[in-house]
């Protein structure tokens, strides 16, 4: 049975009630439940919005719905067709034996579109969504995944959260839709040929969020109107961060940023990394390492330094916080077994729960916003629970099976909420991040990667697709995490290509453990724990150096286009790294690159990504190209053999434009 329920339409059949309301322009909220009525939506990642009036009629045979460029038609049977201006572009999948002799899709299968599995004798089910696929359909988005495809047409995705994996549910088609999976449970999507499914593992109803667009642009602009977008990246971000794992003293960190200083080398920002505090949730400094924290941020501050500090969720049993955390009950729970399961028999703090980030916040103004640092790096912000044992976990508001890919997002929340408080934008480093987390000025990085050539190659993809997923702030450890060994000309190699690249991206930041280690400088507290080798630019010989100099200088002369690109991020949702289909989608042959990308409008960048190599194949789009090193010009719709020796990357600015660099 139809109904119009103010601007939206309702279906009701047997035990499932079905609606489709618009959210937006060009776009639908699609609910559908077992249970009475729908739940709110306060844990959802899409802004309230406004009332649309939608185009509504309702037949005998079915039902349709319009609000501007997008219809959803439904038939009799409860199956819905979305259409971008009258052309159908996602379709449900049935394969019904109760379907009418005359439809096509009559099948004695049995399986409708929405399927819930309940679990006996509980208000949750198992949810399982599928669409039709579309031959020829090119799909992008979703966050973060450590694998190689761009184009996401015939992979499976865990939608859960991993180190170095950000689950963000939005997917863009080249068929002109883009869709966002509305719901933070444990789960996967599977992108296959012959069906699209989404299933989540425990969930009281189907929430998703569907738009229409004629680019990707358009899209984007619309997915970002509807759940938040990112505040305005501030001027010391667009410059070098340093950092590694990890300084093990004030004195230390303050002799590397004194030497960039003498070496006239600009830095933005100075990283203090994990481990410099007594235990795991004491949230402040260890004062036999770190004895005047104030002084020191205060000479940071006269270099045209910011300083930025770690903090882990993690609260250990011996940590000065321990107990109050236990009995206000801001701890995440173990449905059975130890809670107290990380490193130095640690346990979560329960972020989802408002008064634990209250907490947390208050210690951070405490300990470290008073003394002068300026920023924070949210780490495990997963969080990394050793197996990820997501039946096991439980938090303020509901199971990780059915709430846990929100840990992240409210991760950043409390800092956005603190700095509010003080009338600031925040900006977080963090490592993990869900649909929303835009918002709340999550600048994501790629986790603990693997100090190779493909693993660069990757970063690659995911920074493209965590752009497309609507997380616009995204960054690297440019020459990756493990197993770097400072005495390898190999990895060298690697780092100076890596560094090139990073140059390019959104932030600009060196990290990474690197080898050989050094030892811990005491037995307690910030001292018990070693540190990786030096990873400064001058520690891997002139010639690294004089390269890596030169590409911070570089940085440096485009802060005026990087203020422009990240208010295009600001205002309209616009990713600041882009494929070359984003700038080019009339381009066919711009759909198939996945080793360039655009920074803005204007910068083509084509990294260097193999071992040993001196020249790489570049395609330009059509238009007029100059080199950025050779100031020569190039024609576009062409591709050819550039030469990068190890001291270029080939980049091409459209003609016309940065007349500066």
Known sequence: ????????????????????????????????TCAADFTGGEDHALLPAAPVAADIHIGERGASITNGRIRCEIDCFGVMTFLRDGVPVLREYERNRYAPSDRPLCSALEIRPRMFAPYPGMPNSRLTVRFEANDGEKLFGMGQYQQKQLDLKGCTLELAHRNSQASVPFVVSSLGYGMLWNNPAIGRVT?????????????????????????????????????????????????????????????ELLTVAREYHRRGVPVGVMVADFFHWPHQGDWRFDEDLWPDVKAMCDELHAMGMKLM??????????????????????????????????LGNACYLDVTNPGARRFLWDKLEKNYRSLGVDLFWLDEAEPEYTGYPYSNIRYSVGSDLEKGNLYPRCYAQMAWDGFAAEGQDALSLIRCA?????????????????????????????????????????TMDIGGFHNGDTRDSAFTELLIRWFQLGTFCPVMRLHGDREPHSQPLTGKGGGAVGSGAANEIWSYGEEACSIMKRMIALRESMRDYLR???????????????????????????????????????????????????????????????????????????????????????????EGRLAEL
């Open 191 to 251: 992108f296959a040929h012959n069906v699209t499914e989404w299933v989540a593992e425990s969930t009281s109803q189907m929430d998703y969020w569907v738009c229409v667009g004629g680019t990707p642009a358009r899209i984007e602009e619309l997915y970002s109107a509807a759940t938040g977008r990112a505040p305005m990246m501030p001027d010391y971000a667009l410059g070098f961060w340093q950092s590694k794992l990890r300084y093990q003293t004030q004195e």
């Open 564 to 654: 422009k690109t990240m208010r295009q991020a600001h205002e309209s949702g616009q990713p600041v790294m882009r494929t070359l289909f984003y700038n080019c989608p009339d381009d066919r042959a711009a759909w198939e690159i996945d080793d360039e990308f655009f920074l803005g409008d204007d910068v083509l960048v084509c990294p260097v990504l193999t071992a040993g190599a001196r020249s790489r194949s570049v395609y330009l789009p059509a238009g007029r190209w100059r080199g950025l090193w050779d100031h020569k010009i190039y024609e576009g719709g062409t591709r050819f053999d550039a030469d990068a020796p190890l001291d270029i990357i080939p980049v091409y600015i459209k």
């Open 434 to 474: 869900w649909a929303g987390s835009q918002r709340y000025g999550a600048l994501v990085w790629s986790g603990d990667i693997e100090s190779t050539f493909d693993c660069m190659r990757t970063q690659l993809v995911a920074g493209l697709n965590m752009g497309l997923a609507g997380i616009p702030w995204w």
């Open 1 to 32: 049975m139809f109904t119009q329920v103010d601007h939206a339409l309702h279906y009701r059949c047997d035990n499932e009630l079905l609606r489709i309301e618009p959210w937006g322009p060009d776009a639908f909220r699609v609910r559908a």
């Open 309 to 342: 500090v770690s903090v882990w969720p993690t609260v250990e049993e011996g940590s000065e916080n321990y107990r109050e955390l236990l009995e206000r009950g801001y701890l995440v729970r173990s449905d059975y077994g130890s809670r107290l399961r990380h």
